[in-house]
């Protein structure tokens, strides 16, 4: 006797491992509705003229051996006159540790992390590199 058992097909595109949401704000797209609602800030402060020169997906290197990071945002802040850079984190991954040591000491300059609740995003930390 053969029993044949329904299988339901599963659609993996479009699935990211973390469960993000994709989101697309201004027709940017975003991997997640996290990072998207972090744009969403940046903008306004842009708006208000609290910052200015709001860039997306800025490579930074760090060390000497050109080690790169792509941060998610970087502005310039118009009060205190200086570039700061921006990343949302959702999940803190093995790789994320290890960025963040490396920004400590190789950093450019400032950089928020910023992270989600119910309320919506909100800065985590700044990590200042040792140099500055």
Same mark, same amino acid.
Do not use: C
């Given at each position: 006797?053969?029993?044949?058992?329904?299988?339901?097909?599963?659609?993996?595109?479009?699935?990211?491992?973390?469960? #993000? *949401?994709?989101?697309?704000?201004?027709?940017? /797209? !975003?991997?997640?509705?996290?990072?998207? +609602?972090?744009?969403? =800030?940046?903008?306004?402060?842009?708006?208000?003229?609290?910052?200015?020169?709001?860039?997306?997906?800025?490579?930074?290197?760090?060390?000497? #051996? *050109?080690?790169?990071?792509?941060?998610?945002? /970087? !502005?310039?802040?118009?009060?205190?006159? +200086?570039?700061?850079? =921006?990343?949302?984190?959702?999940?803190?991954?093995?790789?994320?540790?290890?960025?963040?040591?490396l920004w400590k000491h190789y950093g450019p300059g400032r950089?928020?992390?910023?992270?989600?609740?119910?309320?919506?995003?909100?800065?985590?930390?700044?990590?200042?590199?040792?140099?500055?």
């Amino acid at each position: 006797m053969t029993v044949t058992v329904p299988v339901k097909r599963v659609d993996l595109m479009g699935w990211h491992k973390y469960g #993000a *949401k994709k989101t697309t704000i201004d027709g940017i /797209s !975003f991997p997640s509705k996290g990072e998207a +609602e972090t744009y969403s =800030v940046l903008l306004l402060l842009q708006k208000g003229e609290v910052i200015s020169g709001l860039n997306l997906q800025e490579t930074v290197y760090l060390t000497k #051996a *050109k080690i790169s990071y792509k941060t998610d945002f /970087s !502005f310039t802040a118009l009060k205190a006159v +200086e570039k700061v850079w =921006v990343e949302f984190k959702g999940v803190e991954t093995d790789r994320w540790r290890l960025i963040k040591k490396l920004w400590k000491h190789y950093g450019p300059g400032r950089l928020q992390v910023y992270k989600a609740n119910n309320r919506g995003v909100y800065l985590h930390e700044e990590i200042i590199p040792s140099g500055e």
